[in-house]
């Protein structure tokens, strides 16, 4: 336990590439049938960027909802924190494009890539400009637009992916709810494993899904376990666990690993895909209104890098 929890969430909101691209799209295009993605993967449908948009975009619609959400102007926002590996250009950030958008200016702003667990880092990094005093409001968003960056024609990657954005507003607060704890690690070792370039490169994202899926569903639980362990919970204090939305046999196994029941895992890979550092907070305006003050929610990110992060937070 890292001492008080820092870091309410008082607001939530998502966007999502206005295409809808379900599993039998895909099977007039590729190779493929809806039934291998469908059991493969648990993904029905996806959501791809469409003429204009791209991840800032998605993540100024995000944000816009999050801050109308909340009820609190983009004025009073001290810092914009956006994890993100698809920005559309390297400079300016995607955060900087927020903060113009929603009316921010003077409020910092940055950019987090920690691939598919970039939103669970970049919680990190608010939190703790909150428990510090740097910050009294962070807007903290997820967004990529991995269609952006995925070969279209490879049946082994483009079927995986989706675009989105989730933003939620933090206010350091005074009480008992907020970030408790967080996990932070990353592995260099495992670059080979999962590389991509940037939106409109010529080469596309290349991942050896076996070693990918190997290391996920040891990583998953294993962070899981660790916050409920070393903070004196047990799996009844969880109400919901938000694992990144990889792979829905990644989560099934790691869910028979937990001993947390499967109605508190949530699941939005069905619908979206997998949407990288958007995956997390894209489950927020599912679950917000259910939130039980007192009990808590595990995130659990894991990417490329390979990265992982999670963050435990009281209700
Ligand atoms: C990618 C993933 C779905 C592949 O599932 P898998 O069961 O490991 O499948 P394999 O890669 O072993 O491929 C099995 C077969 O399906 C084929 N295949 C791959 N994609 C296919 C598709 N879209 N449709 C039909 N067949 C497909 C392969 O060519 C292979 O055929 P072969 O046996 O004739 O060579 C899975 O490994 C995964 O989810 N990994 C984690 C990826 C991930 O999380 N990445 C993001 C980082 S967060």
Redesign the pocket.
């Known amino acids: 336990m890292n001492g008080r929890p820092v870091g309410r969430i008082v607001g939530v909101g998502r966007a999502l590439g206005s295409r809808v691209v379900t599993n039998a799209d895909l099977e007039g295009v ?4 809806d039934e ?2 469908s059991t ?2 648990g993904i029905k449908e996806r959501r791809f960027v469409d003429e204009g948009e791209n991840a800032a975009t998605l993540a100024v619609e995000a944000s816009k909802k999050a801050l109308e959400h909340a009820g609190v102007d983009g004025e009073s926002v001290d810092l914009v924190i956006c994890g993100t590996s698809t920005a559309p250009e390297s400079m300016p950030s995607v955060a900087c494009l927020v903060g113009e958008e929603i009316g921010a200016p003077g409020a910092g702003a940055m950019d987090l890539a920690a ?2 667990a970039g939103f669970s880092y970049a919680a990190t990094v608010a939190s703790s400009m909150l428990r510090s005093g740097a910050a009294g409001r962070v807007l903290l968003i997820g967004a990529d637009a991995m269609s952006t960056i995925v070969d279209p024609k490879d ?6 992916f989706g675009d989105g954005a989730g933003a939620v507003v933090l206010d350091a607060g005074e009480g008992d709810s907020g970030f408790v704890d967080h996990i932070l690690g990353a592995d260099g070792r495992g670059a080979p494993l ?1 590389r991509a370039g940037h939106p409109g490169d010529e080469e596309k994202l290349f ?1 050896n ?2 070693e ?2 190997k290391f ?1 569903v040891r990583i998953l639980p294993d962070m899981v376990e660790k916050l409920i362990s070393r903070n004196g919970l047990s799996p009844e204090d969880v109400q919901y666990v938000i694992p ?1 939305q ?2 829905a ?2 989560i099934r196994s790691a869910i028979h690993k937990m001993e947390i029941p499967e109605d508190r895992v949530v699941i939005n890979l069905d619908r979206f895909g ?1 949407t ?1 550092a958007a995956s997390i907070p894209l489950s927020y305006p599912d679950i917000y209104d259910e939130m039980e003050r007192g009990k808590y929610v595990i995130t659990v990110g ?3 890098g390979l990265t992982w992060a999670a963050n435990l937070y009281r209700i």
């Open positions: 590729l190779d493929t049938t291998w993605i493969r993967t691939a598919c049946r082994s990657t483009a079927v995986l999962g991942q899904g076996r990918v899926f996920a990144h990889a792979n046999r990644i997998n990288s894991f990417g490329f």
